[in-house]
């Protein structure tokens, strides 16, 4: 889905965004139960959507004096996700982009880079420059932590999945543009050292 469709898509949504939870939920936690949010200085988020992410981390996960930063091309999703995170105003910053792939951070300034549901509409070349950016961002020995549609594992849910790839062929906006995808295939292990992956079932 290029920038300004999503634009459009995810202005009209809004918190509509917020029912996804049902099938994101288990692949957030375990995300989150993974990944050392305990022990992070530093969150950046691309494509923050309504908030929740950021709003449950710095409710439960991570320590007190942590800072957060997100950003989203949709303007209505910034408005959600500024209103939700107001409860902590020195530590979250939340910020609207033009789609580009290129981040308006300075290099080395954060120890975790996350995006969910977001690598999954976006195109191949785009997701490799916001790869390098993710790189840019973070510390050394900082993560990276992912969370997309993927390909089912059962018969079911490949049947499932097969439904819904369908569906994007037919239209991308009849499912917000996302779409299942092999993450791993954009992540050479020579650059990224893996921690954790699993594939769920929701
Ligand atoms: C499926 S939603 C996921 C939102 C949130 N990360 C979540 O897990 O609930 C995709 C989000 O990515 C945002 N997005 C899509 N393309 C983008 C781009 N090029 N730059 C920034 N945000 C983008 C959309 O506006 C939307 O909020």
């Keep these: 889905m290029r920038p300004e469709e999503a634009k459009h898509f995810y202005d009209h949504l809004g918190s509509g965004q917020d029912w996804q939870r049902l099938y994101e939920n288990p692949a957030i936690s375990e995300l989150i139960a993974h990944l050392a949010f305990d ?36 303007s209505t999703m910034v408005s959600l ?3 939700r995170l107001k409860p902590w105003p020195g530590r979250a910053r939340v910020y609207q982009t033009d789609g580009s792939p290129r981040i308006p951070e300075p290099d080395h300034s954060f120890d975790h880079f996350v995006s969910t549901y977001v690598f999954d509409l976006l195109a191949p070349d785009f997701i490799e ?74």
């Design 39 to 74: 022990s992070a200085h530093s969150v950046f988020e691309f494509g923050c959507g309504t908030g929740t992410f950021a709003a449950r981390l710095l409710q439960r996960d991570l320590p007190a004096d942590a800072r957060y930063v997100g950003l989203d091309i949709s």
């Design 81 to 83: 996700a500024q209103q």
């Design 129 to 202: 420059q916001l790869l390098s950016e993710g790189r840019r961002l973070l510390v050394p020995g900082g993560r990276l932590c992912l969370a997309s549609l993927a390909f089912g594992t059962s018969r079911f849910s490949r049947a499932v999945c097969w439904g819904w790839q369908s569906l994007w062929q037919l239209s991308p906006s009849i499912v917000g543009g996302c779409h299942p995808i092999e993450l791993l295939e954009y992540l050479p292990f020579k650059d990224w050292n893996p921690v954790h992956r699993v594939t769920l079932t929701s």
